[in-house]
């Protein structure tokens, strides 16, 4: 069987960061950086490389600061090129989107009413066919989780494919988890799924991150869905009503992923990528050898 192209990424980045706070208070989370690099900036990389057409970010007015970093801004470029950066301008224009050549929308969530909640304010947005839903406090490094995800789902014959992971028994409730019906190598088949069940609630240890395919009937689902866990409208619960109607599909993606929506994964994440850096190696080494703190792989 082979699916519709997949055209549409949404990027839920309308949420409070309060697990951030102090720093998200006039910040947006998905602003954070890595370094030097915004977690929204890796989200949109990951989408153009899997080749999405339109990209839906489904924001809050508080958060127009996302909205300056991802579009194009040609008088930061014109000044930098003035004062002799002309790489740094150039860097900044690879990075940015930009209209008309950029299909971009901008739309708001004004209430915090869940993720499947701000996945429906997309719903007017997105073009035809089945959505890429892109979370990007989950920072998925190496081989682009959205892409692998897409190119899956072409031969699958699932409504919905949603990226996965096993986790600790202690670590259930943290995610959404499939109730998982079969594996074959790193595909895996569902008929639900449960926001983050208590391990002794959990139908199993697969968990899914941030990197979703679903269905267009997703959007009828999120418009009759009632509230779920933390009265919240759930996208789990969304997909889990799909599972019977169009097939639920789990893919272990291969690469990396760091949990950027708390201190200890971002963490772990800025000293991913600075150790990878011959600039900062040296850095790094030096506050280990001198014993100030361990560096985690
Ligand atoms: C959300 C989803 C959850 C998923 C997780 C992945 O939860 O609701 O199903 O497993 O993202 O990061 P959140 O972490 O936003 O609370």
Redesign the pocket.
Same mark, same amino acid.
């Given at each position: 069987m082979t699916q519709t192209p997949v055209r549409t990424a949404i990027f839920p980045v309308a %949420?409070l960061g309060t697990r951030f706070l102090p720093a998200t208070k006039a910040t947006p989370k998905e602003l954070l950086p890595v370094l030097d690099t915004p977690l929204i900036q890796y989200a949109i990389d990951e989408a153009r490389e899997a080749g999405i057409e339109r990209m839906v970010f489904v924001s809050h007015p508080s958060k127009s600061a996302i909205e300056r970093h991802v579009m194009d801004d040609v008088h930061l470029r014109n000044t930098l090129k003035e004062r002799g950066k002309v790489e740094l301008a150039s860097d900044l224009k690879d990075a940015a989107l930009r209209a008309p050549e950029d299909d971009v929308v901008f739309t708001m969530q004004h209430e915090p009413l869940g =993720?499947g909640h701000a996945v429906l304010c997309a719903k007017d947005h997105v073009l035809p066919g089945a959505v890429a839903v892109i =979370?990007p406090?989950?920072l998925i490094l190496g081989r682009g989780c959205i892409g692998e995800l897409i190119e899956a789902y072409q031969s699958m014959d699932c409504g919905h494919l949603v990226a996965t992971m096993p986790v600790a028994a202690e670590e259930t409730d +943290?995610?959404?988890i499939l109730s998982v019906t079969d594996r074959t190598g790193n595909v895996l088949r569902a008929n639900g799924?449960v926001? +983050?069940p208590a391990a002794a609630d959990a139908p199993s240890r697969d968990?899914?991150? %941030?990197r979703y395919v679903l269905d267009a009937s997703i959007f009828e689902t999120l418009t009759t869905q009632a509230p779920g866990a933390g009265n919240e409208i759930? =996208?789990?619960d969304a997909i889990n009503t799909g599972a019977e109607s169009v097939g639920l599909g789990g893919l272990r993606f291969s690469g990396q992923r760091f949990?950027c %929506?708390n201190k200890a994964g971002m963490l772990q994440a800025v000293l991913h990528i600075a150790a990878q850096d011959p600039e900062y190696k040296d850095v790094l080494d030096a506050f280990v050898l001198q014993g100030q703190a361990p560096i985690a792989a």
């Open positions: %949420g =993720l =979370l406090d989950d +943290k995610y959404g799924m926001e +983050k968990a899914v991150v %941030g759930q =996208l789990t949990d %929506g």
